[in-house]
């Protein structure tokens, strides 16, 4: 660790965000070195230094770029760490900086760069969806000989050291009356309203800073940068002694009884350990009453090699901006169907950066109330993204304007934002299902969520900062008045309440090459339209049939899009097509972290007879006998076995 500045990170801004610029942290990725700062996020540091190409897709081993700033990342996996400790499959979005990091890309060979599997997609239209369902089937003495293990061999994604798991791992049991599980604008107003009235509170949030979106934007929340009165808040949380805030732990599961897992990653953000400190908390969380205010999650629009480095969500290029002061590129294009996606061209601008173009397909009436915002930035209505060029990082996007004429901008961003999901996954752990909202283009909750629970802020749809606060407020009140607390009201602060405005667009049909949905998995809008043409019609079928959303994200980025799409080739309503529901874990979780510290001989204790010490003095050897360690037999001298 050093004080230097910012050294070698070209696309890092000499000011602003919510970094430590006053220290250095050296950090390597496939070998070569870089710096970050505290603050970073392994993604946010490599996108700081120029790093675009992190990873390599599964089945056709496209190259792949950072395509978000959170848990939902689909594209930068990598491998933590080197010897026993090595952790696969770890998001570079969510790998918190720090000194020494090791980090390599995988599903790659022999390098990242050149890697010979990319041969697969040159053999695509062979791999097409529920292509392993018709192939390898004669035949069949090859089977055990060749197709299995070239299957074996080509599957997966990462690997581990095959070494004993050197770290310790923990779990513990909390009790409490409301558990607030996010702690964005309604998190936070929720947490703090049950907090005042009496309640016991936990207040879990998988980020290391509390605040969500509030951390990634520009806006005032109570005439405070939205950042600032976060931090104020979380601060009055921590200092109250009925509350327990847990920052790096991510709600995993809800079941019956207000039972809920929630797994706390306690020493992963440092370089080694301290003595006797676990490297992870499986926390199991019995509440009377929940809010969910796990926030909504920004979808892509499909269009021709939007898979390709340099494609990005707007509200992650817009996060990675004003958390981290990092541009993700040096002209970026946006391309957006709702109004929320123009605020990263609003801040890109403001932090004195370039906007390439604003592409948009709504109409110049709709849109009319932003252009003055972005100056002169040239911006293109009724206009759709049709492709970029580039493979390893893009160049050059290609759009059809309102005319139908082809037009290519060089630029080596593209921030797309097709609209916002509500992340509803824990509300479907006791079978819930989402239903369809058309005023935000997305699912919400439906009636049937886990008992006890309630649902605020964008996880319930209310997709402004506004809304989302008093909504939390709301939901707390009720929660804490049905447990007997007395509420105060508590007065919501003045934030940002614009009209949430969205003409859906889930894939662009000039496209000429392939449109991309899920990126991990490799499943294209293509593929859809095969599934339902050989008869899957079911949104289950579909998931099965192309693997959509079986990825370690479990299609949170991919889903809805591909529902819709699959709606409009049935010719029927997405509310008629239905949805997917999700199981836990929300995120992956370690399995050394539900053993816990029961590893070995701990894992299950013996029973021991009242003979056990005198039979070890004879030199028995023991068996397991149930619950029970007895005496075998007993060896004379030189006898190896009996």
Not at 134 to 145: G, H, I, S, V
Not at 346 to 358: H, M, P, R, S, T
Not at 624 to 631: F, H, K, Q, S
Request: charge should be positive; proline fraction near 5%; hydrophobic fraction near 40%.
């Amino acid at each position: 660790m050093s004080n230097s500045g910012n050294v070698g990170q070209e696309y890092r801004l000499q000011s602003g965000g919510l970094i430590t610029r006053t220290q250095t942290l050296g950090f390597a990725f496939d070998g070569a070195r870089h710096t970050g700062h505290p603050g970073d996020t392994l993604a946010s540091a490599l996108l700081a230094n120029g790093v675009r190409l992190v990873g390599r897709s599964f089945k056709y081993h496209r190259p792949r770029g950072i395509l978000t700033a959170g848990s939902e990342e689909p594209n930068a996996l990598v491998e933590l760490h080197d010897g026993a400790r090595r952790e696969p499959n770890s998001r570079a979005t969510t790998v918190e900086l720090f000194d020494g990091l090791k980090a390599k890309s995988q599903n790659r060979f022999p390098s990242l760069a050149f890697d010979v599997m990319g041969v697969n997609d040159l053999l695509s239209p062979f791999l097409a969806a529920g292509f392993y369902y018709k192939t390898f089937m004669w035949p069949a003495a090859l089977w055990e000989k060749l197709y299995e293990p070239v299957i074996r061999r080509a599957a997966g994604l990462g690997s581990l050291s095959g070494k004993p798991d050197p770290d310790s791992y923990e779990k513990a049991t909390l009790h409490c009356d409301l558990l607030v599980i996010g702690a964005g604008p309604s998190g936070l107003m929720a947490a703090l309203v049950a907090a005042r009235s009496g309640a016991r509170v936990v207040l879990a949030d998988e980020d290391f800073l509390p605040g969500g979106r509030l951390n990634a934007e520009r806006m005032e929340v109570g005439s405070l940068d939205s950042s600032d009165w976060a931090a104020k808040i979380a601060a009055e949380l921590r200092s109250m002694r009925n509350v327990r805030l847990l920052t790096r732990t991510t709600v995993v599961g809800v079941y019956d009884g207000g039972s809920h897992a929630a797994l706390e990653r306690v020493s992963d953000h440092l370089a080694q350990p301290d003595l006797h400190q676990p490297r992870q908390r499986l926390w199991r969380i019995i509440a009377k009453r929940s809010v969910l205010c796990g926030g909504a999650i920004e979808r892509p629009i499909a269009f021709g090699d939007n898979d390709r480095p340099g494609v990005m969500l707007a509200a992650s290029v817009r996060s990675y901006l004003n958390r981290q002061a990092v541009l993700a590129g040096k002209a970026v294009t946006l391309f957006t169907n709702n109004d929320d996606g123009w605020r990263t061209a609003f801040d890109i601008l403001a932090a004195g950066g370039k906007v390439e173009a604003v592409i948009d397909p709504r109409s110049a009436e709709d849109i009319s109330h932003l252009r003055a915002r972005v100056g002169d930035v040239p911006v293109f209505s009724r206009s759709r993204v049709v492709g970029v060029r580039g493979a390893k990082g893009i160049s050059e996007v290609c759009f059809v304007n309102a005319n139908g004429r082809e037009i290519r901008l060089e630029t080596d961003c593209v921030a797309v934002s097709g609209g916002w999901n509500p992340a509803v996954n824990l509300t479907c752990h006791q079978r819930g299902k989402p239903v369809w909202n058309d005023r935000i283009a997305a699912f919400v909750p439906g009636s049937d969520v886990p008992a006890g629970m309630r649902v605020a802020g964008a996880a319930a749809g209310s997709l402004t900062t506004h809304g989302a606060l008093v909504q939390g407020s709301e939901m707390a009140e009720a929660a804490c008045t049905e447990l007997g607390f007395k509420v105060s009201r508590s007065l919501v602060p003045d934030a940002e309440d614009a009209p949430v405005s969205i003409s859906p667009l889930w894939h662009v049909t000039e496209s000429k090459s392939r449109a991309w949905l899920d990126f991990q998995n490799d499943v294209t809008v293509k593929d859809v339209a095969l599934s339902h043409q050989e008869g899957f019609r079911s949104v289950e079928h579909l998931k099965r049939y192309t693997t959509l959303g079986m990825a370690t994200d479990q299609g949170k980025t991919a889903n809805v899009s591909a529902i819709a799409i699959m709606a409009e080739i049935a010719g029927q309503s997405i509310a008629q097509t239905g949805t997917t529901i999700y199981r836990p874990p929300y995120t992956p979780v370690a399995i050394a972290a539900f053993a816990g510290r029961m590893r070995g001989r701990e894992f299950k204790p013996f029973r021991l007879p009242p003979s056990h010490d005198w039979a070890k003095e004879q030199g028995a050897v023991f068996v397991e006998a149930g619950m029970w360690l007895r005496a075998q037999w007993y060896p004379r001298k030189g006898e190896k076995n009996w």
